[in-house]
């Protein structure tokens, strides 16, 4: 049940800016009817956990950002199944005991994402661009979608431990390729879902090939439109972005917070006021 009184909530990260996680907690709030306060608050991950000893228990729950979803993980007294498969927290929220439990809603950013805006209805296989904490997250939604093969295309296979793990522990089978040496014309047509977690500029050159994939997901929404949300367009294809995992994640922080379902259309007006005319499909 939610609380009547006062209560505090901030995005946390480095740089932070940036961060439209404000826009979308306090629209929220708004319509919740809550009196409650959201800010962004500067830490690294060092600092991470100082500041949540720090906290007064008026603080209901921090979103983390980058670079300190690793040590949100590591400070929490428990832990969502799912956050503990992706290896990260971006979400901590206030225990029963004073302390803090983590969980990782960036897995419903992309799966919801996917939904809502890519249109996937089901399927089996995906391929992934990039070896980040996203593509960790995406792992764990492809397993909520029902999806079990994936193909991971990087840069340098070396480092694609973390996503791997995460994949072995939702039962995924995964294989590793060279962005490259791939085919990814081919490739990208032959699969239910692609999701792009490289940044931006970097999938520029391949965007006409990456756009023969039914159900796209390019985590850039910042400039926009990309290349590949332009070629996704020409071809007829459904496209999600990054603001759409935005969106999504945050509904479910907004419900570990407050205990009340998140007022989603209120926080995808407040988002589309802030960012403009890119299209956000709930």
Sequence with gaps: ???????????????????????????????????????????????????????????????????????????????????????????????????????????????????????????????????????????????????????LAVREPARAGEVLATAERVGLSVAVERLDELDLASVAASVDVLVSTLPAGAADAFAPELARAACVLDVIYHPWPTPLAQAVGKEGGRLATGLDMLLHQAFGQVELFTGLPAPRVAMRDALLSATGDVPLPL
């Excluded at 609380?3 to 909530?9: G, L, N, Q, Y």
């Excluded at 995005?11 to 306090?26: A, K, N």
């Excluded at 979400?91 to 994402?113: F, K």
């Design 1 to 151: 049940m939610a609380r009547s009184d006062p209560r505090r909530a901030a995005v946390v990260g480095s740089p932070i800016g940036h961060s439209l996680s404000p826009v979308l907690h306090e629209a929220a709030y708004r319509e919740l009817g809550l009196p409650w306060s959201y800010e962004r608050i500067e830490r690294d991950a060092a600092g991470l956990a100082g500041l949540a000893g720090e906290l007064g228990p008026e603080w209901a729950g921090l979103s983390v950002t980058m670079p300190g979803k690793h040590a949100a993980l590591r400070l929490a007294e428990r832990a969502t199944e799912r956050a503990a498969a992706v290896g990260v927290a971006n979400t901590l929220t206030r225990s029963e005991t004073g302390g803090w439990d983590a969980d990782c809603t960036d897995v419903d950013g992309v799966a919801g994402a996917l939904r809502a805006a890519g249109g996937f209805t089901g399927g089996r296989s995906a391929l992934v661009l990039g070896a980040g904490g996203t593509a960790a997250a995406a792992m764990a939604a492809f397993a909520e979608l029902g999806l079990g093969e994936v193909t």
